[in-house]
């Protein structure tokens, strides 16, 4: 399995990969080393998050976008020169092979698995019948997670510095509650 995530301590994106039996995921930047809950990974499925607390996590075609876009300007342009000399059924010959290109790279890529919450990708994995594809209202509840979270983050050094005992309270709610979210912000 190959992971690509972003590591809660230093913040930087790295890449790892993992053997069947691995017990912890390590950032290849700080070393952190992110434990693997028990029942996470089960029968070649991933059930949890390896990066973050998250349980859900959502099925994307690896498609490279950039070389799909490339090919597509590519193509257009070669027939316009095509087009423009009056090889008619050369541009038509291009424009057909340029659908081809994407519509076969397309078919050939295999999928990769997504965290909703922190954005971790995973691939190369056994299996991935678990999860489903991009479901808008999880990430939605994720995405206002996120917020809410990052606008108690932005209040807490303008409450601590007016000593205030209310918005104490709050920052430890948050920090039991959020664990890996407020170390990692
Ligand atoms: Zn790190
Ligand atoms: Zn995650």
């Excluded at 590591?7 to 790295?14: D, I, K, L, M, Q």
């Excluded at 017990?23 to 991933?46: D, F, Q, R, Y």
């Excluded at 994307?60 to 009056?86: E, H």
């Amino acid at each position: 399995m190959k992971i690509n995530f972003a590591c809660p301590r230093c913040e930087r994106s790295g890449r790892a990969e993992m053997a069947a039996g691995a017990g912890a995921l390590v950032c290849p930047h700080c070393g952190l080393e992110l434990a693997i809950p028990p029942a996470a990974i089960e029968n070649g499925e991933l059930h949890h998050c390896l990066a973050c607390p998250s349980v859900d996590l959502f099925i994307r075609k690896d498609f490279p976008q950039r070389l799909g876009v490339t090919i597509v300007i590519l193509g257009f342009a070669i027939s316009c020169f095509m087009w423009w000399n009056y090889w008619l059924y050369a541009t038509f010959g291009v424009l057909f092979a340029t659908a081809l290109i994407d519509v076969l790279l397309f078919a050939l890529v295999g999928d990769a698995l997504v965290c909703y919450r922190c954005g971790a990708e995973y691939r190369q994995l056994e299996s991935m019948a678990a999860h489903g594809p991009f479901n808008l209202d999880t990430h939605e509840r994720y995405r206002q997670q996120a917020a809410r979270l990052s606008q108690t983050a932005a209040l807490q050094p303008t409450a601590a510095s007016q000593g205030a005992t209310a918005p104490k309270a709050t920052a430890h709610t948050s920090v039991s509650g959020e664990r890996s979210a407020s170390a990692g912000r």
